[in-house]
């Protein structure tokens, strides 16, 4: 708890450093204990420790040579945090070749090759991923997918097909939460933005939740949604 706590409040020194205690005392106690190391390792990439986020995957690698859940994560960090681009897609092509081509796998790589100024390798890629991939997929929002691909075929000079990308996108939003935004339409007249906190306010819509149960939660669409923010705007807003 502690450590959700920490990666929801970066700037809290004091959750950080109780964190960082208990962490630090869990892995006295049993030192090879992956899914601690693993808490660790995110705790450090929230607060851009990233050197220090790398040496703890490399411990787990040690420990155990055979866990490929944090090659992704690796990966990214690798290059998206630390320009560190050949190294980062060498990870990322270890995990797919040990694991197969995920669409979160292929969107990483996409996204390290886009930095390396090789367009069309990530678009094949970031098309590839799209495919595949449905609304969430091995944890990563297809909308993300979309974006990086768009931003690749930008760079590419290919705007008219980032045009198209975005286009079809806030089409497939439109259908799949017509309710969503009739609700929200209403509440604008009472509310500012039509939401109690601006920070839930975006274009061109936000959801509008009917229920939730544990955590699941199903919009007025009857679009059912995974939380993998822990409640954010129950337990912050």
Do not use: C
């Amino acid at each position: 708890n502690a450590v959700n706590m920490a990666t929801s409040n970066t700037n809290d020194a004091k959750i950080a450093r109780t964190a960082d205690e208990l962490i630090e005392e869990s892995l006295k106690r049993l030192p090879n204990q992956l899914d601690v190391l693993q808490a660790k390792a995110f705790l450090k990439h929230k607060q851009r420790k990233f050197e220090e986020e790398l040496e703890t995957y490399a411990l787990i690698r040690k420990i155990n040579p055979q866990d490929v859940r944090f090659l992704n994560n690796l990966a990214w960090t690798m290059a998206e945090n630390l320009q560190r681009y050949d190294d980062g897609l060498k990870v990322i092509d270890e995990a797919i070749g040990r694991i197969g081509r995920r669409p979160s796998f292929l969107d990483t790589r996409g996204v390290i090759l886009t930095r390396m100024g090789r367009y069309k390798d990530a678009i094949a890629d970031l098309e590839a991923a799209r495919e595949a991939a449905t609304i969430i997929s091995d944890g990563q929002p297809l909308g993300a997918i979309h974006f990086h691909l768009a931003r690749a075929y930008l760079l590419n000079g290919q705007a008219d097909k980032a045009k198209e990308i975005t286009k079809r996108e806030l089409a497939t939003y439109a259908e799949r939460t017509a309710a969503s935004q009739r609700a929200n339409a209403r509440a604008r007249k009472v509310l500012p933005l039509g939401v109690p906190s601006s920070f839930q306010a975006y274009d061109p819509y936000p959801l509008v939740v009917r229920s939730a149960h544990g955590p699941n939660m199903t919009d007025v669409d009857g679009n059912v949604y995974t939380d993998y923010d822990m409640g954010f705007g129950a337990l912050f807003a």
